[in-house]
């Protein structure tokens, strides 16, 4: 896989460079975000993009490659020394999805980078049909207007409801552990326990109400939605 580092330090180019190649990945580096736009970017796989840097900014140019269709389904993981809330709020508005501070833990960059990749390969594996939709039987899920419709019924879902049972009708028959679901629907930065996965499971599966019994718990393995 190809990632594209872009930042305006010559020495964090560098040193992400190394770290990420000794991890298996083909790196290229820009200084600016001028220079990266005149890369072909639909050949990456994520790019690691700084905020802070000379005439365009890492948001500026993460709103061009969103608004380019294109690029607009690369994932981004913003670099920066902003750490405020409101910067958080404002890269992950822009498309973001990821957001690492400086300084950098190079165990963390790896770790996040992995996750998104495997995150982005996962939800390019079953596509949805062509009104952006998934549905079995009784249920309809709207991806763009997140919404879930059961039985004609439009339920009141939370966010983390809405990204398991998307989750899991994007994967049907397949296991997946309490860590993988901690991986892939939990927001990387919130600390939880192998204990809420099942809180929420229950209630999901109560949610759904005749569906439910399609999520199956397999016995020291996790769970499944058995289609």
């Known amino acids: 896989m190809k990632i594209l580092v872009v930042d305006d330090e010559q020495d964090i180019c560098e040193i992400l460079q190394y770290n990420l190649e000794n991890e298996g990945f083909e790196v290229v ?3 600016s975000a001028e220079e990266a736009l005149e890369l072909p970017l639909q050949d990456y796989s994520l790019i690691l993009l700084d905020v802070m840097m000379g005439e365009m900014s890492g948001f500026q140019m993460a709103r061009r490659l969103k608004n380019d269709p294109a690029t607009t389904q690369i994932p981004i993981i913003f670099i920066t020394a902003l750490d405020s809330e409101d910067n958080l709020v404002k890269g992950l508005n822009i498309g973001a999805d990821d957001y690492i501070a400086k300084p950098l833990s190079m165990k963390e960059v790896k770790a996040r980078v992995k996750a998104v990749l495997r995150r982005t390969q996962l939800q390019q594996t079953v596509p949805a049909a062509a009104d952006n939709t998934m549905t079995y039987e009784g249920i309809t899920i709207n991806l763009n207007a997140k919404t879930v419709v059961c039985d ?12 398991l049972l998307s989750f899991f009708l994007q994967h049907p028959n397949k296991v997946f552990s309490r860590e993988d679901l901690l991986k892939y629907c939990w927001p990387q930065d919130v600390l939880v326990l192998d204990r809420t996965v099942d809180v929420n499971i229950t209630r999901l599966r109560k949610k759904i109400g005749r569906y439910g019994k399609q999520i199956k718990t397999r016995v020291g393995y996790g769970y499944c939605f058995e289609r």
Do not use: I, S, Y
């Not at 004609?152 to 990204?163: A, H, I, N, P, R």
């Open 29 to 31: 580096t820009a200084n």
């Open 152 to 163: 004609g019924k439009e339920l009141d879902f939370t966010k983390l409801e809405f990204e």
